[in-house]
């Protein structure tokens, strides 16, 4: 199916994408060693936002993982840190055909109407949202929705496995204006992108 991107108005809370990558563009988080530097990035980043947009796997993903992070005693300082950020959130918004209930009592389960629901989130008033995860992200990005993405690039080749965007079809090309960057010592890059 190909859609049409739309212009979003500067007025709304702005959508963040953002997640980690290879070099050769996968996206599987087994393939990546979590380095502390890019995690206080990411804990930076969920601190400050108002709102999660989530599929169901990527939820399923999160929870009840990192709310189980706050009670279990071996958690480092850093898991805590991210985990009780995590679960403060305002707001978990998840997309699923299938999932009939939440674990949180902040979440939202929506069954259908993707655009009309994320834009409805985006013109309330709050903090930005974060979308994380691939399959709801890229229909979000195929509708015009998303604000900002933030790409973090692993010095490492997985050699297989999905990419990010396989089979996404954009009805026009969508030019990004690279914003800011960040190296860290561990070797991963922060590229960070707005519609351009």
Known sequence: MTITLIDISNHMRKLIYAINLTLDGCFDHTNMVPYEDVFDYYIDLVQNAGAFVYGRKTYQLMVPYW????????????????????????????????LEKAEEENTEIIHSNLYEEVLKLKQQEGKY????????????IALGLVDEYHFVIYPIFAGKGK?????????????????????????????RYVKG
């Open 67 to 98: 709310p189980d992070v706050i009670k279990d005693e071996s958690s480092t300082e850093s898991d805590i840190e991210f985990a009780e950020a995590f679960c403060a959130v305002d707001k978990m918004v998840v997309f699923s055909r299938t």
């Open 129 to 140: 949202i974060l979308a994380g995860g691939v399959d709801i992200p890229s229909q979000l």
């Open 163 to 191: 990419r990010l965007f396989e089979g996404v079809d954009l009805a026009e090309r969508l030019k990004l204006k690279l914003v800011d960057t960040k190296v860290w010592e561990s070797g991963c890059v922060l590229l």
